[in-house]
């Protein structure tokens, strides 16, 4: 029988012994936290001792749980094909493999037992950083979820169901933390008790607000169960088109990779596709979602924040580092938990944020604010990529 040597890749993998008395080769299911199809590194196969009944001293047997992340092919030595129990995979070029035989009865007749991968063999030649931008058309089979979007002043609203009910209209903010947030409207529709109080920021200001029970949030095929989250009365504040029911913040997408289309008007989470870390055009960040963004010369950090129906707002002390123009009075602006002064200035800059560039936009600027924050203005006519489980994002046009 021919063997069976998984395929390599960059990360360390979750492996799955197989351990039939059949002894042969049974492909692994398998989890990679962060692969990246364009290296050559290892992926450890598991190892299991067992023995085969009717020998007096068995020997040991080894059974390997092969790993196909994709179903393609495996080769005992780099550019060879074999197959083994129907199956095929692949060793890529430049990574050696051996293969482990043992005696499996008196006729000296061998059965191929298991496959071991040799790290020190496996060295490659550079290769192209995978293009983050590319993922951007997740392929219908990797969507766990894929629903259309509308947006009002830029702000992101899809349909969910909340407790088996609805659908009702919920923002999509990525500057909301925790899982949801509960609207006193959706409280008060679905008779939902509160339950105690929390502190919530915005930056500026903090606030104890109340706090209720959800049962299950589900948006498409994804669904949150046993949620506590903070319940206010967020729509009372807005426009008619504006309302919305709730909230999804960011840690609903938690485990996946969040493809935002702005152009398509698509929303789509795939927890089978990631963002590579050392990917062309990925930002990597430490606090959510603070990723390096330059104005004209000037290297910076900002805080992409969806729910934010502005282009940009910077605080007083960078805006005096990159222009010298005059500010215009805007009036007050409306934070989560109160309002600041804000003023306004088109900045030529360029703003660069990944392979995005937007020049001589409108801002606001505020004595009052922390950070940079990059609104909703800016990140629309891009496709926005989150993957919080390798802490990278991608903005692409």
């Keep these: 029988m021919a063997g069976i040597v998984a395929a390599l890749r960059q990360e360390p993998c979750i492996d799955i012994a197989s351990r039939r008395r059949a002894w042969v080769f049974e492909p692994g299911r398998f989890a990679c936290p962060r692969h990246d199809e364009t290296q050559c590194a290892v992926c450890r196969a598991t190892l299991a001792h067992a023995a085969l009944p009717g020998f007096r001293r068995p020997p040991p047997r080894f059974v390997a749980s092969v790993l196909f992340p994709q179903r393609t092919v495996a080769q005992p030595w780099p550019g060879h094909s074999t197959r083994s129990n129907g199956m095929q995979a ?8 051996a293969i482990v035989r043992h005696p499996l009865d008196k006729t000296g007749a061998t059965l191929l037992l298991g496959a071991a991968l040799l790290a020190a063999g496996c060295t490659h030649a550079p290769v192209a950083r995978q293009d983050a931008c590319k993922l951007k058309d997740v392929s219908r089979d990797d969507v766990l979820v894929r629903v259309p979007f509308e947006t009002v002043d830029g702000r992101i609203y899809v349909q969910a169901r909340v407790n088996g009910r609805g659908p009702f209209r919920f923002a999509v ?13 959706l409280a008060a529709t679905l008779g939902l008790a509160l339950q105690g109080q929390a502190s919530t920021s915005d930056g500026v200001q903090t606030a104890k607000v109340d706090t209720t029970h959800l049962d299950s949030l589900e948006l498409g095929g994804l669904v949150r169960r046993d949620l506590d989250v903070i319940t206010r009365d967020y729509s009372g504040r807005k426009s008619p088109d504006a309302a919305f029911s709730g909230i999804i913040a960011r840690e609903f997408f938690s485990d996946g990779l969040l493809v935002i289309d702005y152009p ?3 929303l789509s989470f795939s927890r089978t596709r990631a963002l590579s870390p050392t990917g062309k055009h990925v930002l990597g960040y430490e606090r959510a979602f ?7 010369g000037l290297q910076t950090e900002g805080n992409l924040d969806t729910g934010a ?11 005096e580092k990159v222009a010298a123009g005059p500010l215009e009075r805007a009036g007050r602006g409306q934070l989560t938990n109160g309002e600041i002064d804000t003023h306004r200035a088109t900045i030529h800059g360029p703003f660069r944020i990944g392979s995005a560039s937007l020049s001589d936009v409108e801002v606001r600027v505020a004595d009052r604010f922390p950070e940079l924050l990059v609104g909703a203005h800016a990140l629309a006519g891009h496709v926005l990529l989150i993957d919080q489980r390798s802490k990278s994002i991608a903005l692409c046009r």
């Excluded at 903010?173 to 409207?185: E, H, K, N, Q, V």
């Design 309 to 319: 129906n502005v282009a940009f707002v910077l605080p007083q002390s960078l805006y």
């Design 290 to 296: 603070r990723v390096p963004v330059s104005i004209g």
């Design 90 to 97: 692949s060793v890529p070029p430049g990574c050696g493999a």
């Design 173 to 185: 903010d990525t500057g909301a933390s925790g899982l949801a947030r509960a609207d006193a409207s």
């Design 264 to 266: 398509g008007k698509t």
